[in-house]
């Protein structure tokens, strides 16, 4: 750590979120015990990036194909032949289950005349891999099995006609691919959640609720609009009795990993004077309030998150019929957002278990689609019980449409997702309008919005 990186919260009045962690003395695990700050400096973002086509196009052909993205749950794919398509851009990879049980993907387009097997996002199963077009069809292994009236192309004998392979990795029940054959390994892309994230075990969650909202922004405003805790003073002025927004801590570990760490049930200072423990408690969001019951009692000597994290515990283990005593009160009721890079944005806590994808809308700069999944613990295995349920069929948002008439999602939480989302067509717009060249950012609250940025650049250089 430079002494620039030490000094970045000169000035802060919050205590940090390790501050009060220590002082609570509860058992925190390592991951939660550290934290990694960084200066990245203090240059303007340019707002070019966010409208031009032609910087698009870069994005498009260097990074889109270069980098690790997750294209679906494990469980989106659970017997041989079961496809699903992702599409980023122009690009689209067909994954699928091949009939060893391994994941396998392609290049989503047929070696006669080039049409698509199936379309972009869709899902369901196949025997073989038979284009609708001519039929033309692969085994499941990429391999070619068929060509109706195959006498009139000789010229296919000898040459290899299989589907060309898209990269696969596989990590905590999420499926990733990746374009560039010569990419890093996942493990290593993904270095530190792995490791960080082991307590939680991703892969044994189910995906309870699948939003798909449509927004006019570039795809980097969208992702940059849910990396900061700055905005919520003014745009979510409701939260701030939960949580600390100047105390969340800010984690830059690498090019392609970052966090952001919130503490709840401690009051923002623009609260004054602070709530007593009663009343932190009893304003809870804890992503599904009816779980925490309205009558709950601070005992003599309590602190709210040590009573959150009790009920939470109990309420969210009886609703999944799974134990819960593992995990620690700040995995419980905490919140920490590992970005990875490009598109998404893993919550592994109990409280509010997310995820979020950010992709553009085909090849437009200024269209995205926002995807929002709540991920919950399966079911313990037990006599009579114990199946995961499958994933949640998407429900899918214009950009009109609200998040609280999303069936399963808290409308309280979907109040703040509106108020997210509303903000970002007048940012596009206000972007395009704007005689100003270029974004100017908070040094430590707004470093993810740099790195994205900074990390975007490396891929664009290489190219
Ligand atoms: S384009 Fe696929 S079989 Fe003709
Ligand atoms: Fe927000």
Request: contains cysteine.
């Amino acid at each position: 750590m430079t002494d620039r990186d030490k000094t970045l919260t000169d000035g802060r009045k919050s205590a940090s979120a390790q501050e009060i962690l220590r002082r609570e003395g509860r058992p925190v695990p390592p991951a939660f015990e550290m934290e990694s700050r960084r200066f990245l400096g203090d240059a303007d973002i340019d707002f070019d990036r966010y409208t031009d086509q032609a910087f698009f196009d870069r994005e498009m052909d260097l990074m889109w194909t270069r980098t690790w993205q997750w294209a679906c749950r494990e469980d989106h794919i659970p017997k041989v032949g079961d496809y699903y398509v992702y599409d980023i851009g122009h690009h689209s990879v067909i994954v699928l289950r091949d009939k060893d049980m391994s994941v396998k993907a392609y290049v989503n387009s047929c070696l006669h005349r080039g049409t698509k097997f199936r379309p972009g996002d869709s899902l369901g199963s196949m025997e073989e891999i038979r284009c609708p077009f001519h039929g033309w069809t692969w085994d499941l292994s990429g391999e070619l099995k068929r060509i109706p009236y195959d006498w009139d192309v000789p010229h296919v004998k000898g040459r290899d006609f299989s589907l060309p392979k898209v990269q696969v990795g596989l990590w905590g029940g999420f499926v990733f691919i990746n374009m560039d054959d010569d990419a890093m390994p996942l493990a290593e892309y993904l270095a530190p959640i792995p490791e960080h994230l082991e307590n939680f075990d991703l892969s044994n969650r189910f995906i309870e609720v699948h939003i798909e909202k449509e927004l006019s922004c570039n795809w980097k405003a969208a992702r940059e609009a849910f990396v900061e805790n700055y905005h919520t003073q003014e745009t979510h002025p409701q939260l701030l009795l939960g949580s600390d927004d100047e105390g969340s801590q800010y984690d830059v570990f690498n090019d392609h990993i970052c966090r952001m760490f919130v503490l709840f049930g401690v009051p923002s200072p623009l609260i004054d004077p602070r709530p007593s423990e009663q009343e932190l408690v009893d304003q809870a969001l804890t992503g599904n309030r009816s779980l925490m019951g309205d009558d709950v009692i601070v005992g003599e000597g309590e602190s709210a998150r040590v009573v959150m994290a009790r009920i939470l515990r109990k309420q969210l283990g009886d609703a999944y019929d799974t134990d819960l005593s593992r995990f620690t009160d700040t995995e419980m009721i905490d919140v920490s957002q590992y970005g990875i890079f490009p598109n998404a944005i893993l919550f592994p806590q109990l409280s509010l278990p997310m995820i979020y994808r950010f992709r553009p809308i085909g090849n437009d700069p200024h269209r995205t689609l926002f995807e929002l999944l709540i991920m919950r613990p399966n079911p313990d295995p037990h006599d009579g019980g114990g199946d995961a349920p499958p994933p949640a069929v998407p429900q899918r948002l214009k950009e009109e449409d609200s998040f609280t008439t999303i069936k399963g999602f808290d409308p309280i939480l979907g109040h703040v997702y509106d108020q997210d989302t509303g903000n970002l067509r007048a940012q596009q717009q206000g972007i395009r309008a704007a005689r100003k060249k270029g974004a100017t950012l908070l040094n430590y609250q707004e470093v993810r919005v740099r790195l994205l940025h900074q990390t975007l650049d490396k891929y664009l250089a290489e190219g």
